[in-house]
């Protein structure tokens, strides 16, 4: 059973970033447990010690894993929309799960789907979600500001879009169906750019530089 120290920084799938303040024996549906007690903002966050896995508690990601999950979202998605209805339950159970790799290829996904205006029911809701939880995590571990995090998120999901603007152009190309981008749900001013801005976009304030995008292309899922 995973167990935390006194002060030490936690992710909660729910309330994010939380410090861990304490365990108390309570008395909970008549049963005496052990429960660990968190701060997450103003609020405190009472978990069962034995369900501090199921309810996927973790420590905060390595800078290696923000790097992957920076690079994951450069990878351009064709989501599947044969039942939205199903999506949106799937959706809500990745953010439970408190993956920041899964939630990474969730926010991809309802990107795409939300340039194309086929965001449906509350996915914008998911979609914001997605994107503040990784947010708020990446500026906690590389100790820089959330708007320069967003920035580079935004950064990573426009650069993931235009490769799949070009690859679906090249595909078009190569079928010979001749099928034009306002069939293909792309406007004029989405057209082919140059792509030698994909770089790590972690800006001044990290020197670690970190070849996170096109480097690890090939570790992720297609």
Known sequence: MMKFNIGET???????????????????????????IFQANNAKVYVPADQIENRNIRRPMSRDDVKKVLASLKQPVSPNRDDARLQYSNYREIMKSGDPMKIARLLRDLYILDQADDLKGKEKEIMDQAKKFLCDEISYIRQVSKTQVLEQINEALRQMHKKKVAKDKERAKKSGTGLSMEILGYGDDEEEQDDSSDSDDEGNDDKDSDDDDDSEDDDEDK
Not at 12 to 29: A, K, L, Q, S
């Open 10 to 36: 936690v992710i909660e799938p729910t309330n994010g970033i939380c410090t861990m303040e304490g365990m108390r024996r309570m008395r909970v549906d008549g049963q005496d447990m052990t429960v660990y």
